[in-house]
């Protein structure tokens, strides 16, 4: 007898107990908001092309630029980009970017 496992392909994954995601902001407005690239393709262009967006959007936003953070794909250090962004006072994070 031959058994075969399939796997769900939606990509969908079921939150545990163990997931803590920070709740979502209401709202942009008066907001700042830290870009983290990967460096990988164009950052150079999208990153502006989304701050100016959201800013026309989102009156008061205000962003810390990919140039002033870490740009990479290596192995990030999680705990000292944490600290980073807090220390720049940021509520979110636009990261990533392409790949």
């Known amino acids: 007898m031959v058994v ?3 796997f ?3 990509g969908s994954i ?3 107990d163990s997931c803590h995601y920070a709740p979502r902001l209401k709202d942009l407005r008066g907001k700042t908001i830290c870009e983290l690239s990967n460096g990988v393709w164009n950052h ?3 990153f502006p092309l989304i701050r100016q967006l959201l800013t026309k959007r989102f009156p008061g936003m205000m962003f810390v630029p990919y140039t002033e953070l870490p740009v ?3 192995p990030i250090d999680n705990d ?3 600290n980073l962004v807090v220390a720049r006072g940021c509520d979110a994070v636009i990261g990533g970017n392409s790949g």
Do not use: F, K, M
């Open 8 to 10: 769900n392909p939606s």
């Open 44 to 46: 150079e262009n999208t």
């Open 14 to 16: 079921e939150a545990t």
């Open 72 to 74: 990479g794909v290596h």
């Open 80 to 82: 000292n980009i944490a």
């Open 4 to 6: 075969l496992e399939v």
